[in-house]
């Protein structure tokens, strides 16, 4: 018996699965209560896109777009592609999907979708990380998917915004200039390629901003580099820069949008996904706290494990050691898969680009191996789940699952 498969009987074995009736109540109207916690869920249907409200996830309903129980949000959010390009930050979604309107929109009474504030950027924005540990709910702190190549000196120039919220105006602004190494491969018909650098990850811990970025080939749009190419700089000064790098995972895994492809654990240390190119292998490495460089006896190699079927999802940590890594729960420190939630919610897997937690405990939507939608609240302390709302079996795909208030 292999490892994985030994893993999995564990798994199945040791799972407690809460079970709902076969079929949700689906006649009651699920009125929404203004006074009550609110959440979302951002589904598209083949004509659309939703915003599916509750006041309870893990009522036993069903949720649907239909009779005018969601709210459509087509015009604004139609497609995958924007999914990547919106982030809910303090109950409220944050957008951009025209190239340079960023805009603030808001669920009201649980029943309207309306936008609150926007901001046009002079050139080229699309969303793209959010500095979620150092944001508050006044001030958003993010940056834009591309930088500018400033090819004189040789850096891309990454920005950094801190966004009021209550008025979407930009307090102010960071510069960070990550140096480019000197790299010009050719390509077979002898062309020269001129690779670009795309940031994967930022992360502020303490003093120091940790910038992760790959290369990719000006030509083929591909990565390019099996290498994890680091940025350092003290911050937020944005002095005292360094390039750090390891060889041993592939490149930063990731791209400019807002997926999220690190965490800071307990202990502060700060772990990174890696990626071989052309392949699905996964790695962690990790930046121990008060250091400023990867850590030489520690790699987590994921290759046997098929982390991130969605580029977009973001890593949530957990606790108590933990971290979600869709669809595996992790002991990143020791090395250890605890948990296939794909195993204890009985099979299916999770596309969605957010998830989040509450009370200490994670909520994430999945399609059954019945192609069947629910909302699963996962318990890291006991490693157990519990089946709540099921969607509308006519949507396509869940990007969101959001609280609101």
Excluded at 59 to 80: M, R, V
Excluded at 99 to 110: A, D, H, L, T, W
Excluded at 259 to 286: A, H
Aim: proline letters at 5%; a neutral charge.
């Amino acid at each position: 018996m292999t490892i994985k498969h030994l893993l999995a009987t564990c798994l199945a074995a040791t799972a407690f699965f809460t079970a709902c009736k076969d079929s949700p109540n689906t006649s009651d109207p699920d009125p929404i209560d203004p006074q009550s916690s609110l959440y979302s869920v951002w589904a598209a249907t083949e004509s659309g896109s939703y915003l599916l409200t509750t006041n309870s996830l893990m009522k036993d309903t069903l949720l649907s777009p239909k009779n005018n129980k969601g709210i459509d949000i087509t015009s604004h959010l139609p497609a995958a592609f924007y999914a990547i390009y919106a982030y809910n930050h303090d109950g409220k979604f944050y957008l951009s999907n025209d190239g340079k309107r960023f805009s603030q929109f808001e669920v009201i009474n649980g029943s309207q979708w309306k936008e609150t504030s926007a901001f046009s950027f002079a050139n080229n924005f699309f969303l793209g990380k959010v500095l979620d540990n150092i944001s508050t709910p006044q001030e958003l702190v993010l940056t834009k998917t591309a930088g500018t190549t400033n090819k004189e000196k040789n850096v891309l120039e990454q920005p950094i915004y801190y966004m009021n919220t209550a008025k979407l105006a930009i307090n102010k602004t960071l510069n960070v200039e990550i140096p480019m190494i000197k790299f010009t491969p050719k390509q077979p018909n002898g062309q020269n390629d001129d690779p670009y650098i795309v940031p994967t990850s930022m992360t502020v811990r303490g003093d120091k901003l940790f910038v992760g970025h790959k290369y990719r080939s000006h030509i083929t749009k591909q990565d390019i580099i099996d290498t994890a190419y680091v940025y350092v700089c003290d911050f937020p000064s944005l002095t005292n820069g360094k390039i750090i790098k390891d060889h041993r995972g592939g490149f930063t895994a990731g791209h400019w949008e807002i997926n999220k492809t690190t965490f800071l654990d307990d202990n502060n240390d700060l772990y990174i996904m890696s990626r071989r190119t052309n392949s699905s292998s996964y790695g962690l490495l990790r930046i121990k706290a008060g250091q400023t460089s990867f850590d030489p006896d520690y790699f987590f190699d994921l290759k046997d494990y098929n982390v991130f079927s969605n580029s977009s999802s973001l890593i949530q940590k957990l606790g108590a050691g933990k971290a979600y890594i869709s669809p595996y729960v992790i002991d990143p420190a020791n090395k250890k898969i605890i948990a296939d939630l794909r195993i204890l919610v009985g099979g299916g897997e999770s596309r969605t680009t957010m998830n989040f937690m509450e009370n200490g405990k994670l909520y994430d939507v999945f399609k059954t191996d019945e192609s069947r939608w629910y909302v699963f609240e996962y318990n890291p302390e006991t490693n157990t789940v519990k089946r709540g709302a099921e969607i509308d079996p006519g949507v396509t795909t869940v990007y969101h699952v959001n609280k609101l208030k």
